[in-house]
């Protein structure tokens, strides 16, 4: 059975800084891996979807790579700002299943 | 327009009650989910069809039963309510690859 990591659980950084939040599963037999946004009582924002064929995916400040054999994924974000504050989740899929990670909560300070 | 929509967003209700969520998702996706997301914010998934068809069916307790009428809607009824019923439900929708979240459905078991 598919299990999903992400380290740190939270991470607290000032305005401006590079971070990398990371994530790692245990079944390297996937069909994608997504990594999802979810701000306070609020539902999932869709980030960047990286099919298993794929290493990377860039969507403006993030950037998300995926590395099957080994079975990890990181997120980079660029340059952070307060609004980017937030609980980042990263979700294994495969077929018609998908499983998610506990998430990392994210502070950018000011 | 919204493109997975759930309703309530909020449900309060007594332990024992029957109580149902609605969800709709006007995307023309084959497959939908319901996932639970418990009080550490950890997502798991319960449920998934395609096609009106159930896919997937996690170790969840028989008090909870999905409905598909047809591909847009996915609806799940929850018998008997227990005080561990309480958490976020979300409901999802995906093709290939992406998958889109409804808002989420706030459960709260008294």
């Known amino acids: 059975k598919q299990e999903v990591t992400q380290i740190p659980a939270a991470l607290s950084v000032p305005e401006g800084e590079n971070l990398v939040l990371n994530c790692s599963f245990t079944?390297?037999?996937?069909?994608?891996l997504q990594w999802f946004r979810q701000d306070p009582g609020k539902g999932l924002t869709s980030l960047l979807l990286?099919?298993?064929?794929?290493r990377e995916q860039t969507s403006g400040r993030l950037n998300a790579s995926l590395d099957k054999s080994s079975g990890r994924s990181t997120l980079y974000i660029a340059a952070s700002q307060p609004g980017d504050s937030a609980t980042y989740l990263c979700?294994?899929?495969?077929?018609?299943?998908?499983?998610f990670g506990a998430g990392t909560r994210l502070t950018v300070k000011p | 327009d919204t493109a997975v929509s759930q309703t309530p967003k909020y449900l309060v209700t007594q332990m024992g009650n029957d109580k149902s969520i609605k969800c709709e998702q006007n995307l023309g996706h084959d497959t939908m989910y319901w996932y639970k997301q418990d009080s550490k914010k950890f997502l798991k998934i319960m449920f998934s069809?395609?096609?009106?068809?159930?896919?997937i069916n996690e170790t969840v307790p028989n008090r909870f039963s999905p409905k598909s009428p047809d591909k847009a809607h996915l609806n799940l009824h929850i018998n008997s309510l227990e005080l561990g019923d309480s958490a976020v439900y979300f409901c999802?929708?995906?093709?290939?690859?992406?998958?889109?979240f409804g808002p989420g459905t706030r459960l709260t078991v008294l």
């Open positions: 999802a929708s995906s093709q290939v690859g992406s998958q889109y």
């Open positions: 990286i099919q298993s064929s794929q």
């Open positions: 069809y395609n096609n009106k068809e159930l896919i």
């Open positions: 079944d390297s037999a996937i069909y994608n």
């Open positions: 979700a294994v899929g495969a077929n018609n299943d998908m499983r």
